[in-house]
C-alpha cells in the first residue's frame, strides 16, 4: 500500500492524535470518513448478537482504513479501536467527494485496484494453497533472505489472517520444524535454509 500522501490529499485531511481504547467509529455507523494510520496501531472487530468481539484484522502504519465503504456509500461493518497511542489522518466522505483534483481521483483508483489485487492473492491462498504452504509464505514474506525472523503478531493473529484454525497453525508449525524448515524459538524462527524453503514454496 502507498504510503506517502500526495500534496493534494494531505490538504483534504485533518490530522489527530488519538489514545489508546479510542473507538473511531461504531459498527453499523455510516460509513462518512475514511483514515490513514501514520503510526501506533488500530483493531477491527466485530460485535456479534449476544455482545462479544471478534477480531477482523489489525491497522498498521502506512495503512488504509474505511475507504472502500467510504465509495460505496454502506456503513462501517466493524468497530475501530485504538490499540496504540496513534497518529492518523482523518479524510471526511463529503470533502473527497467536493474535490476537482484529479491527483486524489487518480489516487483512491489505484488504491483501491491494488486492494482487490490483495484480496485476489488472498482468495488463491485460501482455496488453492494448503497449511504448509501458506505458513511457508508468511514465514519466507517476513523476510526474504533473511536467516532468522521474528513473528510480527500472536500466533492465534497469524492464524486468522492465514486462514486456519490456532491448531492447525501450531501443528504445521511443528511440523515444519521437525522437517528441519525452521526451528522456532517463541517469536523468533530460525530458518537454516533459505534454499530449502524457496524451493519447497515452488514446489507447492
Known amino acids: 500500500m502507498p504510503s506517502p500522501l500526495p500534496p493534494a490529499l494531505v490538504v483534504l485531511g485533518r490530522r489527530r492524535n488519538v489514545d489508546q481504547g479510542t473507538v473511531l467509529f461504531l ?33 498498521e502504519p502506512g495503512e488504509w482504513f474505511g475507504e472502500a465503504l467510504v ?15 496513534s497518529r492518523l489522518v482523518e479524510f471526511s466522505k463529503a470533502t473527497l467527494l467536493a ?3 484529479p491527483e486524489v481521483s487518480l489516487f483512491f483508483l489505484s488504491l483501491l485496484a491494488q486492494k482487490c ?6 482468495i488463491q491462498e485460501l482455496t488453492v494453497m494448503d497449511a504448509r504452504e501458506r505458513l511457508a509464505r508468511y514465514i519466507h ?4 533472505g533473511l536467516g532468522r525472523v521474528t ?5 492465534v493473529e497469524i492464524a486468522r489472517e492465514l ?6 497453525l501450531s501443528r504445521t508449525l511443528g511440523q515444519m520444524e521437525k522437517d528441519g524448515f525452521w526451528k522456532v524459538t517463541g517469536s523468533e524462527v530460525e530458518i537454516p535454509s533459505i534454499l530449502a524453503l524457496q524451493h519447497l514454496i515452488e514446489d507447492e
Do not use: H, W, Y
Not at 32 to 56: I, K, M, P, Q, Y
Not at 141 to 144: A, E, I
Open 71 to 85: 465509495f460505496a456509500g454502506r456503513g462501517f461493518p466493524v468497530q475501530a479501536t485504538v490499540v496504540l497511542p
Open 163 to 168: 486462514g486456519m484454525a490456532p491448531e492447525t
Open 117 to 122: 489485487l490483495m484480496l485476489n492473492r488472498r
Open 27 to 59: 459498527q453499523e455507523e455510516p460509513a462518512d470518513r475514511c483514515f490513514f494510520l501514520e503510526t501506533g496501531e488500530v483493531a477491527l472487530r466485530r460485535v456479534n448478537r449476544s455482545g462479544g468481539e471478534v477480531e477482523v484484522t489489525r491497522i
Open 151 to 155: 513473528l510480527p503478531k500472536k500466533k
Open 141 to 144: 514474506g517476513l523476510g526474504p
Open 99 to 101: 474535490s476537482l483534483n
